[in-house]
């Protein structure tokens, strides 16, 4: 049976303002606790760990890579990362009975300093039968 991700949440890191310099904003894939760091401030807004549903044959271990940085574009054109990507996947990813799996992940963004706008990207997780 062929394997598919179904992203069911985008990961949303919310809203912050920045100061006079760079920060990061970090969402916990396990317990979508979000920190803010640096010359950022907080906004608010719903942040929100992305969540994916995976789905194959029952019962069989995958490998599920989640990318080392994704690029974000804003809407006025400015550039940030995110990093650390991380999720709440055990360390031998294993389908249930129905032949699915549910995870979460999060992530680090990374402002330089001086980057506006809404910030978008897509994350390429790539799945795979051991």
Do not use: C, W
């Not at 916990?28 to 803010?36: E, I, S």
């Not at 044959?57 to 990362?81: F, H, K, W």
């Amino acid at each position: 049976m062929p394997l598919r991700i179904e992203i069911e949440t985008a990961l949303d890191l919310g809203r912050v303002a920045q100061g006079a310099g760079g920060g990061a904003v970090e969402l916990d894939p396990k317990t979508g606790a979000r920190r803010v760091a640096g010359a950022l401030a907080d906004l608010g807004g719903m942040a929100l760990t992305g969540t994916a549903m995976i789905s194959g044959t029952p019962y069989a271990r995958v490998r599920i890579d989640l990318p080392a940085r994704v690029r974000l574009q804003s809407t006025t054109g400015d550039i940030a990362e995110v990093v650390q990507m991380h999720s709440n996947l055990p360390p031998a990813p294993t389908l249930n009975e129905h032949g699915q799996l549910r995870f979460t992940f999060g992530g680090k963004m990374v402002l330089k300093g001086g980057e506006s706008g809404a910030f978008r990207g897509s994350v390429p997780i790539s799945v795979e039968y051991e």
